[in-house]
């Protein structure tokens, strides 16, 4: 986590029993004193994410318990809000998407949506003409929600969701952005005019898990996932987690100062080093656009999982597939759906690079991956 989430995390997690902290202990719904210093530290994390996000209302963005509860608010709400008004809702989305999108749009055809999925190509890209055709063939009457990524958290590979988002406004329709994995990592990122909903999470960027953040432009009608309290402008039910916010604003500032740059170019090393040790190696997505820090290796014959836990043994932590899917053996929905059979999809890592790697770190990660790809090889030619 960066220092400055781990201190306002700190700052405003101390409970009653710690007096010299009493004043951090208040909730931002009270009107005491205590109640207006926790309000205050909220207000000044919404103006940070909304610095960091190009975002000119901080009001727009509404605190969530983590990207999965704002993608949720973001789809359901959508759909709820439109049928009650007895529209036809129709969600166009990707096959490489996470979960938290796939899923509810899964859960919303149950429903009644009509939920359509645009592939991918073999590099891991999407076809704004596909995705125009879509658009031309739903009808004037219906509600048409296109929900797409920035950035694939497998691949790191990047969507035109800036043409996708001016394409869905020209027909009419809502789009709504999994932005979870942009901030910090696609340089220049910034939230667009045509954006009407964009989903983030604190711990991507550097602070504290289980904290989200929705923006939801004003105007826009969504029907609230919770019910309960006034809180978050009657969007979000629910005491909101003061420390998590607190420290989400602190990561904010921090990433916005990010030398990409440097990540970009250790990244395009960490590669080039990776395919002249290792014969056999592929990196998916290689020939798209993409994130300055995730790289999706592939070795010929090496299962993924078989490697992480080698590379785990070593100290280094990698992932295989989707985070979200580690420790089960699907294969990843993104690789297949890139069009790699079960077996390829199965044998890639994911290696993620953050502001603190080091050039020497960098060096004991390829030559101990190595070794690893060169151990397991000669384990499967034997049996
Ligand atoms: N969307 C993307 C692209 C992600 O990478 C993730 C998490 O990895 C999520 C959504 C879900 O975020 P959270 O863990 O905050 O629910």
């Known amino acids: 986590m960066e220092q400055g989430a781990q201190r306002a995390l700190l700052l405003y997690s101390c409970g009653p029993s710690d007096s010299s902290d009493l004043q951090n202990f208040g909730n931002p719904s009270s009107i005491h004193w205590a109640g207006r210093k926790a309000k205050s530290a909220v207000d000044r994390a919404r103006d940070s994410l909304a610095a960091l996000l190009g975002v000119d209302d901080p ?23 439109h049928r009650s008004a007895n529209r036809v809702v129709r969600i166009i989305t990707s096959a490489v998407e996470h979960e938290a999108t796939l899923e509810t749009a899964r ?12 592939a991918v190509n073999e590099q891991g890209e999407l076809s704004l003409s596909d995705l125009e055709k879509r658009l ?14 920035a ?15 001016r394409l869905a406004k020209s027909y009419n329709a809502f789009f709504h952005l999994d932005g979870v994995q942009a901030p910090g990592k696609v340089p220049g990122f910034r939230l667009t005019e045509h954006v009407h909903l ?16 929705l923006f939801i432009r004003k105007g826009v009608n969504l029907q609230s996932l919770l019910h309960g309290g006034a809180q978050e402008r009657k969007r979000r039910a629910g005491t909101v987690n003061v420390p998590g916010i607190a420290a989400f604003g602190e ?4 990433v916005g100062k990010r030398d990409l740059g440097a990540l970009d170019r250790m990244r395009a090393e960490l590669e080039a080093k990776v395919k002249e040790l290792i014969s056999g190696t592929r990196v998916q997505g290689a020939g798209a ?23 785990d043994l070593e100290g280094f932590a990698v992932s295989a597939g989707s985070a979200c899917n580690s ?30 790697n080091t050039a020497q770190e960098l060096e004991l990660f390829t030559a101990a991956l190595a070794k690893a790809v060169a151990r397991i090889r000669a384990q499967a030619s034997r049996s």
């Open 136 to 149: 031309q063939a739903a009808s004037k009457q219906e509600a048409v929600l296109v929900s797409l990524m």
């Open 151 to 165: 950035a694939n958290n497998e691949t790191g590979v990047v969507f035109p969701w800036e043409e996708a988002a």
């Open 198 to 213: 964009a989903s983030f999470s604190a711990h991507k960027i550097g602070g504290a898990k289980g904290v989200g953040a």
């Open 59 to 81: 009001d727009s963005l509404c605190f969530t318990g983590s990207a999965t509860e704002a993608i949720n608010t973001a789809l359901k709400g959508f759909f709820f809000f």
């Open 107 to 118: 859960f919303l055809a149950e429903l009644g949506a009509m939920v359509e999925i645009l």
């Open 289 to 311: 656009k993409r994130m300055v820090n995730t790289c999706n290796f592939l070795f010929d014959g090496v299962r993924g999982e078989s490697l992480l836990m080698a590379l």
């Open 251 to 254: 990561a904010a500032e921090a």
């Open 327 to 356: 420790g089960s053996i699907l294969p990843s929905h993104v690789l297949l759906a890139m069009g790699l059979d079960k077996a390829a999809a199965q044998s890639a890592i994911r290696v993620s690079l953050g502001p603190s």
